[in-house]
């Protein structure tokens, strides 16, 4: 049996830490570095990459003069560190020297006794929110990463190892694309059926959310309480992170009673979304499918179902881009006030209902590959990265 080593990501990579990036130099599309935000992160992982080969912001030499900025090498792997971010768990790999922003953390082998993608796919393993401070904004910082064990085997193993990874990331990539192309063909009947849920001019009986809907946000609970066990899932934005491909909440890793929860239901058909911090752009909005109590970071849209359908309030909402409504304060965040005087058109509830029907025939093709990117995909990771994330 192969003498595997174990090591501290500390003692085998090198960490390579952010440069501040004012404004005034971001925006330029062309110079001889790209530099690295966490968006160019979350866009690259959305389009099912691993290689970092595109930004919104490149630097020439004299802006990295400037900044004093820390060129990073090549094949770094490059992940958020702070805020909302950083529970997403998404990694990516540098393609070209490049700077990253100070919200960002890179790291790297120090030699070629560990490969690069190696690593990659052992960090995606890592949540990073298991090592972040207990403060508002969570963060890590490099000295607790540093103390992460990882078992090492030979080149040779971790060559088969990443073949394989590789092979099963294709596999993850096409079911992926099958159930963008899923969600796009219900946002396209939704569109043939109704027009633009917020066209002015359009046939139907027209409203505002807070004439046809109630808004609720959820309320905080102290630790020995989230999670005191009772029948009603308590559900965290990182609950919603975790739910990437889904479109529903059905449970959670938290539960309380129904005296906790009390008037703080969120009941079934209940369009939830975050509210507060980057989170608000990730886009991660889900349907209730059983009653739940939620934290304060999430609020709640409930349809009047005599007048709106919970499918067609989802689909309505999974085309309001919620950036645009952000109030501009240090911590992004949207209020009742931001919600409530949303125009949305009301179709007769007869069609809303036919929507409905027709989003649940989708939704089986939608399962089958949720069940595959979950559960088959993962056990067959676990199974060869097992050796190197096992405590």
Known sequence: MEDIKIKLLGEICEFYSGTGF????????????????V?????????????????????????????????????????????????LNR??????????DNNVLG????????????????????????????????????????????RVPSIQNQQKIISILENIDKTKKSKTESLKKLNELIKARFVEMFGDP????SKWKKSTIEKCCTLKSGKT?????????????????????SLENT?????STRFVSDKTANKSIFPVGTVIFPKRGGAIGTNKKKLTKVPICADLNIMGVIPDNTRISSYYLFEYFNMVDLNTL????????????????????????????????????????KFENIVYLNKTLSSKILSQLGDAIRD
């Open 22 to 37: 004012p404004k005034k130099f971001q925006g330029n599309l062309e110079g001889k570095y790209p530099f690295y935000k």
């Open 39 to 87: 968006g160019d992160i979350s866009k690259s992982a959305d389009e099912n990459k691993n290689f970092l080969t595109k930004s919104d912001n490149y630097v020439d030499e004299r802006i990295v003069k400037t900044l004093k900025g820390k060129i990073v090498p090549p094949k770094t792997i490059v992940f958020a560190k702070i805020g909302e971010a950083l529970k």
């Open 91 to 100: 990694r990516m790999i540098t393609s070209t020297e490049c700077l990253i």
């Open 107 to 150: 790291i790297k082998p120090k030699n070629d006794s560990i490969l690069a993608e190696y690593i990659f796919y052992f960090m995606k393993f890592v949540k990073l929110e298991n090592y972040s401070e207990s403060t508002t904004v969570p963060s890590v910082r490099k000295s607790e990463l540093e103390k992460i064990k990882i």
């Open 198 to 201: 917020q066209d002015s001019k």
């Open 221 to 241: 609970l102290p630790r020995n309480i989230e999670n005191e066990g009772g029948n009603i899932p308590y559900v965290k934005v990182k609950d919603m992170n």
């Open 247 to 251: 479109t529903y909440i059905t449970t």
């Open 326 to 365: 952000n109030n501009g304060s240090s911590v992004p965040q949207i209020n009742n006030k931001d919600i409530n005087p949303l125009n949305i058109n009301i179709p007769p509830l007869s069609l809303q209902n036919e929507f409905a029907n027709f989003v649940h025939q989708v939704d089986k093709s």
